[in-house]
């Protein structure tokens, strides 16, 4: 069964956003033009409680772009994004939403981040989506969304270590390159843990 994943396809990750990346809104449209031709679509959603432990705002004297440590991970503090049940937590709203078959929400549990759509940062729970994939008997699984050097990449890893293939859709991708070089090393890091990158304009 042919299978998309579109990760964070959402409004805070969009210019204007309260963590946008970079030309994130170009992605929309791939993804409206894919959806069509994949049997079976799914979606991750960044979705943190208010007060979430990764918002710079939670850590008096931090500031988004700092590090700390958070119950004995290294967290990168962000801004406040992505809050349950605000607009900007909703998807793109130029994302034709309609085909997506089941939505992965990551991030909920106020102490952990969750880069990954299936695991969070301690890989301490699942999102449910590995199981649902499986009981579909999906094992191969193509890719794209934001940000490539967080969400995505560490979504793929992730996959990848569950055993699916996985096919990642740079057109479909922008990252942060919150550190000049990290959207490199991201597909660096995809690519040597077996991603296969499809570079061309369709899938
Ligand atoms: C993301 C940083 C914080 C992402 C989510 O979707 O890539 N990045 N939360
Ligand atoms: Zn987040």
Not at 1 to 14: C, N
Not at 97 to 123: M, W
Not at 161 to 185: H, K, N, S, T, Y
Request: aromatic residues 8%.
């Amino acid at each position: 069964m042919k299978t998309l994943l579109l990760v964070d396809l959402q409004r805070d990750f969009l210019p204007g956003g309260a963590l946008a990346v970079p030309d994130g809104d170009q992605v929309i449209p791939y993804a409206n033009r894919w959806l069509p031709q994949y049997d079976c679509v799914v979606a991750s959603k960044d979705w943190h409680p208010p007060g979430h432990a990764s918002f710079a705002s939670q850590h008096p004297g931090h500031r988004p772009g700092d590090t700390i440590r958070l119950d004995g991970l290294e967290q990168l503090l962000w801004p406040d994004h992505c809050v349950q049940d605000t607009p900007g937590a909703e998807f793109a709203p130029a994302l034709q939403t309609e085909g997506i078959r089941q939505v992965f929400l990551k991030g909920c549990d106020p102490r952990i981040d969750s880069y990954s759509a299936l695991f969070d940062n301690a890989h301490r729970r699942a999102t449910g989506l590995e199981a649902w994939l499986r009981q579909q008997g999906v094992q191969e699984l193509d890719v794209m969304g934001l940000a490539t050097d967080y969400c995505v990449r560490f979504t793929v890893l992730d996959a990848l270590a569950c055993g699916f293939r996985v096919r990642v859709l740079a057109a479909g991708c922008r990252g942060i390159e919150q550190q000049p070089g990290d959207i490199d090393r991201a597909w660096q890091a995809m690519q040597s843990a077996g991603a296969e990158v499809h570079f061309g304009p369709a899938p």
